[in-house]
């Protein structure tokens, strides 16, 4: 290798988010200055979306074992756990945000081709998918293209990829105006033991790539990812990835074909960082290396630079390390399905990785200094309190008048665009390919997704209250994993394990990275009370904007990917009210509270307090009390309270069956937090009055209060004996609110 050709500088370490301190690291570990080639290398994998080198320390802290973990955090390219049934669920949720920023048809596609290629690289057929959107001020031109945008890329790529989207959520708010969030979470099912893990070992064994062929597009993604949206971003389309559903289909096919094969030694999907990534993972992994021949890789483009073949993140693309003698196999499964197929090295002794173009060495790093738990930078950063968050703390409900007319409140709520329907994205969706989703004609607080020939099915959900984690982010977070549990019990399942998407503005704000830290700690309490452990997840900060020197944080914003198991489907719970008549009863106590609150923040315009009253052991024992009601076949429904308060719960529960409801409101609050406060740890329920008085004695032997409310009217809404309004006109504005803003 001729170095002394194309040495490297600082100026160009910089340039790729490299800090100069470790630009010399980079020379100490390679015992010289490196070329151009292997700093692109270096500054990939140690970008923090590859590195995780800002965040590490505390993701450490997260509670990694539990009664059905397969596969711990970081140990493979998703999380799995036992399902019983000689079944094992693989689950991971990522962020696309900064792509999607830029051109959200692209970015938001190919967020869900790379989740899915995580799921299927490990042998796990995907099964279902989720998302999790925020966006920024609805009013602007701008939030409704990227609107737009991503939803037609999420539906375009999900639907003719084949797996269905069962659940997720929207959420829009001003600090989202110039960067989304841009969730996507994916699940697959396996045999148990079937595993192939993402590793490289057996020297000699021949190293193939297979899928689409390598393009210009994507390169330099995940130092893309690892740094601020500013106004001149669009410079950087480049980095934004080009998926093709219809070619990941054909790759899914014919790698679980291989995957029953004895031919694969280990196998990784191309993501951020592409080949250099994997090349890496793969040998720090099986502590081998290998010999990659850059100029066989199959090519879109003719006369690609050493580096860019390196760097690009063209999609559906595997890197599959095979049993040598076996490469006929590998060769005839995907001449079958008609895709590309070369070896392009070989497994060798020792922990470098070289890479050739034309026999002519172009870069020789060591794969264990490069890799996240190996020699990559790990840092611990400095954190304060926010000034606003005493601030936050010193609101006080009485400084806030209620409103007169609180029909005319209930009326603004359900036409309010975090709270209305967001059929007008979902429809976008394909919901019903295949047999698996079993919520669409029977809604539940979480997805369900069937499991053939088992009576079990699985239960999944998406959930957090960035709003909240901004007002106290250690019991905002906190909220976050309680609301999933309590989607995934009401809907009659078991919380299993959780895997995350942590998205947060610029590391190096200590105001920021303290919402960091909050977070975990929030996280982690909270994962240990439900004994769910957490399976592995994504980082991704920098998600702000920079506008005229001003940077300008989103909402700290934890999203918690939830997987529970229903043990037996005939326990499969809805929201919806079935019968009029029945009595409808609130598990759990409402408070004095409006804060946070969507009434608060829409309807007056108060962006400025604390998180509601909040306690762990409460909710626990809410849900376990909420789960022994459903084995009994004590209750009809169930549905969590959350945004919007109890009016908008039981709307919800109203709607589906085109019914209403009577109650009563509390004596000792105010009827406007009793009716619009979202104090957590709260679950409606609808009952058959024959149930009344076991309901009562099961409940009296917990430690969870519960109220009777009122009964299930024919669709009358009335509260303390006034008429709000009917079931048909609430339905109609809830439904057509953000249609009509989109049309």
Not at 221 to 233: C, R
Not at 664 to 679: Q, V
Request: proline share 4%; hydrophobic share 35%; net charge negative.
């Amino acid at each position: 290798m001729n170095n002394n050709q194309n040495i490297s500088t600082v100026e160009q370490a910089q340039e790729m988010g490299l800090l100069s301190d470790e630009f010399d690291r980079i020379k100490e570990i390679l015992g010289r200055t490196p070329n151009f080639c292997e700093l692109s290398i270096f500054g990939v994998m140690w970008s923090e979306h590859c590195s995780y080198k800002n965040s590490i320390i505390w993701l450490k802290k997260l509670p990694k074992d539990g009664p059905h973990m397969l596969v711990e955090a970081g140990e493979e390219n998703a999380g799995l756990v036992d399902i019983g049934d000689g079944l094992a669920c693989c689950f991971k949720i990522e962020s696309h945000n900064h792509p999607s920023a830029l051109e959200p048809y692209q970015g938001a596609a190919t967020g869900v081709g790379g989740i899915n290629r995580d799921i299927f690289t490990m042998g796990a057929r995907p099964i279902a998918q989720l998302n999790s959107l925020r966006f920024g001020n609805i009013e602007l031109d701008r939030t409704k293209w990227l609107l737009k945008g991503v939803s037609k890329g999420i539906g375009d790529y999900g639907n003719a990829f084949g797996i269905p989207i069962v659940g997720g959520e929207v959420f829009f708010d001003d600090c989202y105006n110039t960067n989304p969030l841009v969730n996507a979470f994916s699940a697959g099912i396996m045999k148990k033991g079937d595993m192939i893990s993402a590793t490289s070992s057996g020297v000699g064994n021949p190293i193939f790539i297979v899928g689409s062929r390598t393009g210009k597009d994507g390169i330099h993604g995940a130092s893309f990812a690892s740094k601020d949206i500013t106004e001149d971003s669009a410079d950087d389309l480049p980095a934004v990835q080009v998926g093709d559903p219809f070619q990941e289909k054909l790759l899914l096919e014919a790698t679980l074909e291989l995957s029953k094969t004895d031919a694969i030694v280990g196998m990784q999907d191309m993501g951020a960082a592409g080949i250099t990534c994997s090349t890496n993972e793969m040998s720090a992994a099986g502590n081998h290396g290998m010999l990659i021949n850059l100029d066989k890789v199959p090519t879109r483009q003719k006369n690609m630079k050493d580096w860019e073949i390196l760097l690009s993140e063209s999609q559906e693309r595997m890197l599959v390390v095979v049993e040598k003698g076996k490469e006929q196999i590998v060769n005839d499964i995907f001449d079958k399905w008609d895709l590309s197929c070369e070896e392009i090295g070989v497994v060798t002794e020792g922990e470098r990785v070289q890479y050739f173009m034309h026999d002519e060495l172009v870069a020789d790093v060591p794969c264990s200094d490069l890799v996240l738990g190996g020699g990559a930078p790990v840092y611990e950063r400095e954190y304060k309190e926010p000034e606003y968050f005493k601030r936050f703390q010193e609101f006080n409900i009485d400084n806030v008048k209620e409103p007169e007319d609180l029909i005319a409140v209930a009326n603004f709520l359900t036409e309010n665009y975090n709270i209305a329907s967001k059929k007008w994205v979902y429809e976008q969706y394909d919901s019903m390919v295949g047999t698996a989703n079993m919520s669409t004609n029977f809604p539940t607080d979480a997805g369900i997704v069937n499991l053939r020939e088992s009576s079990k099915a699985l239960a999944m959900t998406v959930d957090c209250n960035s709003r909240m984690v901004n007002a106290n982010p250690e019991e905002g977070c906190a909220m976050a994993v309680a609301e999933a549990a309590r989607n995934i019990v009401c809907s009659g399942g078991n919380p299993s394990a959780i895997t995350n998407c942590l998205n947060f503005g610029n590391p190096y704000n200590p105001e920021v990275y303290w919402q960091f830290v909050g977070s975990i700690k929030g996280m982690s309490k909270a994962c240990r009370k439900f004994s769910t452990p957490v399976t592995g997840g994504n980082v991704s900060f920098y998600n702000q904007s920079s506008i005229d020197g001003r940077e300008v944080p989103v909402f700290p914003t934890p999203t918690i990917g939830m997987l529970g198991i229903v043990e037996d489907k005939k326990h499969i719970t809805t929201l919806a009210f079935q019968n009029s008549g029945s009595l409808i009863y609130m598990l759990g106590d409402s408070l004095n509270d409006i804060n946070c609150s969507e009434y608060l923040v829409a309807y007056h315009k108060i962006n400025e307090s604390s998180t509601p009253f909040f306690d762990l052991d409460i909710e626990f024992e809410l849900q376990q009390s909420v789960s022994s009601l459903i084995k009994k076949d004590l209750i009809i429904s169930a549905h969590d309270v959350s945004d919007g308060g109890l009016f908008i719960t039981l709307l919800e529960s109203s709607m589906a069956n085109n019914l209403g409801f009577s109650i009563n409101s509390a004596d000792n609050i105010r009827k406007d937090a009793f009716l619009f406060g979202e104090s957590p740890s709260r679950v409606v329920v609808s009952i058959d009055n024959s149930n009344k008085q076991a309901f009562e004695d099961l409940l009296s032997k917990s430690k969870t209060s519960f109220h009777l409310l009122g009964t299930v009217t024919e669709g009358d809404l009335l509260v303390d004996g006034e008429l709000f309004g009917d079931v048909s006109t609430y339905k109609q504005k809830f439904n057509s609110s953000l249609t009509n803003k989109m049309s």
